[in-house]
């Protein structure tokens, strides 16, 4: 047998009590990585975007009070929904 097909015939291990195929093992941890990715680059952008959203509403005050309220509502920070964003959030401060 080839080492090739030994390679693919090998299971890995998942999370307890399951087994997969290396090819699934890695799309798993390429998706979980690229979520994380996702939600760190998302939080770094609310973090960025939020003084200039602050800034601008204070400018729209007395002219456009309705919109200003919105854009002090989006730049309030929210919490982070995953461990990934939090350490940004953590980074950040």
Do not use: Y
């Not at 090998?10 to 307890?16: A, I, K, N, Q, W």
């Amino acid at each position: 047998m080839s080492s090739a097909a030994q390679l693919h015939s090998m299971t890995f291990g998942l999370p307890r009590g399951r087994a997969a195929s290396l090819k699934q093992v890695l799309r798993h941890k390429a998706a979980t990585f690229g979520q994380r990715l996702w939600t760190a680059l998302e939080t770094m952008g609310r973090l960025r975007a939020a003084p200039i959203l602050l800034q601008q509403a204070d400018r729209l005050q007395s002219t456009q009070p309705e919109l200003a309220d919105a854009l002090r509502r989006v730049a309030r920070p929210t919490a982070p929904t995953s461990p990934a964003a939090a350490t940004t959030v953590a980074a950040a401060r």
